[in-house]
């Protein structure tokens, strides 16, 4: 009994000078990892702090709204897709080049998808900013 209690705590000592050596290993593994990199501690995380990530989300939902919902973005899309509607039509007419249509075409429904999609960017941050707004007003009452 005796020896198998000395030989528990042999094992005991071994298995806690491993799992320091694994400990120093995994910290050295992560601070070579990192050396010279221009970010640093990409492995590290940070405590998420809840007002500082809203007030991030904010500003970037509002640079955003600033970039997608201008009216001059908005109104070059529609002059392009109209540009593009015209000189499908005149393909059409003219000679009907099924390749240059078809480019044309391809090119007319990715400006439209974008379109649409800036739109609804523009939407979502509106209805946020209302939720917000609200979500403020209620907790002022």
Known sequence: MQA??????LNRVE???NENKLEWF???IEEDRNEGLFF???GARKS???AEAREEMEEIKEVIKETAGSKNRRNIYLALMALLV????????SS??????AVLGAILVALFTQFVNEQEMISEAEKLE????????DQKK
């Open 4 to 9: 198998f209690r000395e030989s528990q705590e």
């Open 15 to 17: 298995i806690e000078k």
């Open 26 to 28: 995994e910290d050295q």
């Open 40 to 42: 640093k501690n990409l």
């Open 48 to 50: 998420l702090d809840r």
């Open 86 to 93: 015209v000189e499908i039509a005149d393909s059409f007419i």
């Open 96 to 101: 009907p080049d099924r390749r240059k249509i």
């Open 130 to 137: 209302k939720g917000l707004e609200k979500e403020r007003s």
